[in-house]
């Protein structure tokens, strides 16, 4: 599998869930699946097979997201010489060259991409359009609605 690349905080909030899981939630599940055993008939124990469904989406979890750090190769940008040029996990202040909008984003991997939060995914059709480039070069961004031209205004490191 090839390395997936992830940010130093989207690595630490991944292990954070990992935590949780395994040491909350899993035993929650566990003592809800005793519980509901403890009432007898199993075929017709609502609460038995919610809890058993709830054990299937957790066990499922816990494997996606060990799977994904064995992968993973964390991008500290606060290691990497600022610079001109967009790379992952720098944030970029762009200007749409129509109507003067601007935005602000920060290159993360998929996992930690929450565009209401500022954080788009290096695989979203912005980001690939915008890594290379320096600021004051155009990043042409192909939309539902058609093609969008973005100056870049800032490459911050942080």
Do not use: C, W
């Amino acid at each position: 599998m090839a390395q997936v690349p992830m940010t130093v905080e989207g690595e630490a909030a991944l292990r954070a869930e990992l935590e949780h899981l395994k040491k909350v939630e899993r035993p929650r599940i566990t003592q809800a699946i005793a519980e509901a055993r403890a009432h007898g008939d199993l075929k017709e124990n609502a609460e038995y097979h919610a809890a058993r469904e709830q054990q299937g989406f957790a066990e499922g979890r816990i494997q996606d997201i060990e799977s994904k750090l064995s992968n993973v190769r964390i991008i500290d940008i606060s290691k990497i010489p600022p610079g001109d040029k967009v790379i992952f996990g720098a944030t970029v202040k762009i200007i749409n060259t129509t109507n003067d909008e601007s935005l602000t984003y920060k290159i993360v991997g998929d996992d930690e991409a929450d565009v209401s939060i500022g954080k788009i995914s290096v695989n979203s059709p912005i980001a690939r359009a915008l890594i290379g480039k320096e600021i004051g070069d155009i990043a042409k961004v192909t939309t539902p609605k058609g093609e969008v031209e973005y100056e870049i205004d800032t490459v911050k490191h942080i």
